[in-house]
């Protein structure tokens, strides 16, 4: 079975400073990896997913991620935020070739971007 | 393009009644995903309808239930409310197993 650790849950950054939100994922097996954002009282959008190939995968508004298989890890980058990337991010993770009601979650990390 | 819609957006419930919430998937998506994320404890998986069945359940009570309509749209039923089921409830809907859109939530107050 898979898990995914998300190791900060508050991450406080200045405007404009680059901001790394970091997920560790545990699996026996290869998997799929997304990034999740949910600003307050929504949903969650999807930021960008590694199925395969290239490790470094660019998303929507800026973020990037790469996948690290030896390290297990998939952390989410972003070289200079704005006041609007204010918001909780989620990481997930899957086995390969499976329905996607075998997503899992990890915790979340709030990220508070301080003018 | 319409999103994922759910309705109502806010539901305030007295513990022991049943609440009924609502999804409508993105057109020509078949499946429907249901998540309750209550405070402190992350996403957790509920339910996945497809093509009008349920495929799949999380861990949770038999009172949570739901259903999947003809066209789509689906239908989450909480009976016998308790005090912790207080939670944002997402619903997704998907065409694929890499992908799935989610709803703005419904958030169920019981009281």
């Known amino acids: 079975a898979q898990s995914v650790t998300q190791l900060d849950s508050q991450v406080p950054v200045f405007e404009e400073a680059p901001v790394e939100l970091r997920c560790n994922y545990s699996s026996s097996v290869s998997v799929y990896l997304f990034w999740y954002v949910q600003y307050p009282n929504q949903g969650l959008q999807l930021l960008l997913k590694y199925l395969s190939g290239s490790t470094l995968v660019k998303g929507i508004n800026g973020f990037e991620a790469e996948f690290n298989k030896s390290q297990t890890s998939f952390h989410l980058r972003k070289p200079s935020v704005h006041i609007s990337d204010t918001a909780e991010y989620f990481c997930a993770v899957t086995e390969l070739k499976t329905s996607y009601d075998k997503v899992i979650f990890g915790p979340g990390t709030s990220l508070s971007v301080i003018p | 393009e319409a999103g994922v819609t759910q309705s109502p957006t806010h539901l305030i419930k007295t513990r022991g009644q049943q609440a009924t919430l609502r999804c409508s998937p993105i057109?020509?998506?078949?499946?429907v995903y249901w998540y309750q994320q209550a405070l402190g404890l992350g996403l957790q998986f509920l339910l996945w309808?497809?093509?009008?069945?349920?495929?799949n359940r999380g861990n949770f009570p038999p009172r949570f239930s739901g259903r999947q309509f003809p066209n789509y749209s689906s239908e989450l039923n909480v009976n016998a409310l308790e005090l912790e089921d207080s939670a944002l409830y997402l619903c997704?809907?998907?065409?694929?197993?890499?992908?799935?859109?989610f709803g703005q939530g419904t958030r169920l107050t019981v009281v």
């Open positions: 057109s020509g998506h078949t499946s």
């Open positions: 997704a809907s998907s065409r694929t197993e890499v992908e799935a859109f």
């Open positions: 309808y497809d093509e009008g069945e349920e495929r």
